[in-house]
Structures are given as structure tokens and as C-alpha cells.
């Protein structure tokens, strides 16, 4: 074996490396957050929710490949950035998905639609940092992380207006 095959095969494993991390820590971020979800309990069918929400089965439609796009992008990113880019970089990508996952636990776990408004702004804050962060390194890894942001956003939309239709209804909290 050549030098130069050694070198790639060792370059190569390294990025392998950055992938898998990048993966398993979205694929952490998935089941965290899922642990947290119920959309058949009662306290979240008693909610008055919007008419343009979409189905529940919509929404694993849409995070699967968005969660997907997040590992790759992450990973990208990663493997361009160097130094203290690539350290703000991970630790921007680490905040991000602790703030993902968090959401559910604010709004399902706390059964509680302000907790999630304020998770899901600080979630929507953290998004145009990674974005940002990602930019300095790799343009196509931001743009790639554009329809997470997104969709994150009308996330924050949907929840807003959840919270506000049930302002006044507090005794939600304790149906199960």
C-alpha cells in the first residue's frame, strides 16, 4: 500500500468519524425529544389548536429527513472548520439539538404551550447561529440547514398561536 492510499484511507475514516458523531448525537436528539411526545394524551387533544395545523403523522414525515439534513450539514460543516471555528461550530451544533429535543419536554413534558413559545425562540436564535457559524465554512452546509430553520420557525408559529388560543384554560395542565 502506497502513502498516498494509506492517507486517504486514514482522511477517509476521519470523515466516517465526523458523519457517525454528527449522526448519533441527531439520532440522540430524535429519541430524547420523542420520549417527551404525546399526542394522544388528553391535556393534548383537550387543546385548542389552529385549523392550519398539520396531521400528527406530518410531522415525523417532515423530521426525518430534516434530522438527516442536520447530521450531514453538521458533519460538513465540521469537516471544513478548523481550530476555534470548528470547537464554536460543535459546540453551536451541541446547543442547537439540546434546544431541539428540550422543546418537547417544555411544551409536552411541562404540558405547558409558554414553556415551548420560549423553547422554540431560543431553538429559532440558536438555528441563525449554526446557520451563521456554518456559513463562515461551508455555504452549502448553511443552505442545507435553511429548511430546518424553517420549519423550525413555523414550529414557533404554531406554537404561539396554541399558546394563545389557550391562554385562559390553565386546568389543562392536570388532565392526563
Known sequence: MTATSEGHRVRARGRWAVYGATA?????????????????????RALDKPPWQPPSWAFGAVWTPLYATVAWAGGRALLR????????????LGVN?????????????????????????????????????????????????????????FATALNGDIAYRNRSRPRLRRLR
Open 24 to 44: 448519533a448525537a441527531v439520532a440522540v436528539t430524535a429519541a430524547a425529544g420523542a420520549r417527551a411526545v404525546d399526542p394522544d394524551s388528553r391535556w393534548y
Open 81 to 92: 472548520a478548523r481550530g476555534r471555528r470548528r470547537r464554536a461550530l460543535a459546540a453551536s
Open 97 to 153: 439539538l439540546v434546544l431541539n429535543a428540550g422543546w418537547n419536554h417544555l411544551f409536552f413534558g411541562r404540558r405547558s404551550p409558554n414553556a415551548g413559545v420560549a423553547g422554540t425562540l431560543l431553538l429559532d436564535v440558536s438555528n441563525a447561529e449554526l446557520i451563521r457559524r456554518s456559513a463562515r465554512t461551508d455555504r452549502v452546509a448553511a443552505a442545507a440547514l435553511l429548511p430546518y430553520a424553517a420549519w423550525c420557525g
